[in-house]
């Protein structure tokens, strides 16, 4: 089944702890991205990556990094984690970049909350 | 930056009448998608527009891009319990962006049986 897998779905968690979410796809997508949701202010883009080794900023990069050395694999790395990423995150993939040919495919999401 | 705007925020409608939803841009969308969340869960793909007059119906679900690419709407017939969630429009500004979808603030659905 083609899916876009994140782990952990919940995590509670302390300011400073580091923290890795992991994000997954078995659709030989290039393009993989990771959005923030969070009441009143919608979906931001965090990163994004059009293919492996390649990395961009999004709207909301701040306290984030990510890597892409696979091209299933697009990790959320949040070094020192603070109360204010504390929010609803979903990675997504597309194929080719996307560039209005293919939709974006969406994970379940991972909660996080961060005391 | 793009600003996608959706209304209504949120609305409620009897089961079996029908709904419309609005996503208008400030500025001329390459590619416009709608998805449907569930509460605190992932995104489900409904459609994706591309073109100016563009329309597209899955099962009871219609959307439709206006000619000036600036505005989408996402309407139910008969609605059903299975129509309520979170609808939510996305849209490329430009091409060759990256693929940087800007989302709208969401339109809440609830369906009264």
């Known amino acids: 089944e083609a899916q876009v897998t994140q782990n952990p779905r919940y995590l509670i968690t302390v300011t400073g702890k580091k923290l890795t979410v992991t994000c997954s796809q078995n659709?030989?997508?290039?393009?993989m991205s990771w959005y923030r949701q969070d009441p009143g202010l919608g979906l931001r883009q965090i990163y994004y990556?059009?293919?492996?080794?390649?990395?961009d900023k999004g709207d909301v990069p701040e306290g984030y990094k990510v890597s892409r050395k696979e091209k299933r694999n697009f990790p959320l790395i949040l070094e020192s984690p603070s109360p204010n990423q504390t929010s609803l995150y979903f990675c997504a993939s597309s194929s080719q970049g996307g560039l209005g040919n293919q939709p974006q495919h969406f994970g379940d999401g991972t909660r996080l909350s961060i005391l | 930056s793009q600003e996608l705007e959706q209304s209504p925020q949120s609305l409620i409608v009897q089961e079996g009448k029908n709904l419309t939803i609005n996503c208008t841009s400030s500025?001329?969308?390459?590619?416009l998608y709608w998805y449907k969340q569930k509460y605190g869960e992932g995104l489900i793909f409904l459609m994706m527009?591309?073109?100016?007059?563009e329309e597209k119906s899955h099962e009871k679900i219609t959307a439709k891009l206006d000619e000036k690419k600036q505005q989408s709407s996402l309407h139910i017939t008969a609605s059903q319990p299975s129509h309520a969630g979170i609808y939510l429009c996305g849209a490329e500004p430009i091409k060759a962006a990256g693929n940087k979808l800007t989302f709208g603030g969401g339109t809440r659905v609830l369906v009264k049986p």
């Open positions: 990556s059009m293919n492996v080794e390649v990395t």
């Open positions: 659709m030989n997508h290039e393009y």
């Open positions: 527009l591309q073109k100016g007059g």
């Open positions: 500025k001329t969308l390459y590619g």
